[in-house]
C-alpha cells in the first residue's frame, strides 16, 4: 500500500544483492483534488510486482527507491 505523487520504480535487494531490478510505481496524484496536503491521502495497493523465493535462514531485504523519491509506504506483504 503506497502513496506517490508522480510515477516512479522501487528494487528490491536481498543480503545486498539487488534482486528485481526497477519495479515501476505508479502515481496515485489526482489532479482534480486541488488541496496539496489530501494527494499523500490517494493511497492504491499493488497487488504483485515481483516473486522470489528465499532460502531458509536469516535475510536482509531492503527497499529502494530508484526513481521518483516522493512515495510513502504503508506496508508490505509477504505471502
Known amino acids: 500500500m503506497y502513496t506517490a505523487n508522480g510515477d516512479g520504480a522501487i528494487s528490491l535487494s536481498l543480503d545486498g544483492n539487488n534482486i528485481t531490478g526497477p519495479l515501476k510505481i505508479t502515481s496515485t496524484h489526482d489532479v482534480r ?5 489530501r494527494q499523500w491521502h490517494h493511497w492504491n495497493k499493488a497487488d504483485i510486482l515481483t516473486s522470489l523465493r528465499l ?3 536469516i535475510h536482509i531485504l531492503r527497499l529502494h527507491v530508484v526513481g521518483n523519491g516522493n512515495m510513502n509506504f504503508d506496508y508490505l506483504e509477504f505471502r
Open 33 to 37: 483534488d486541488t488541496v496539496k496536503w
Open 55 to 57: 532460502k531458509k535462514g
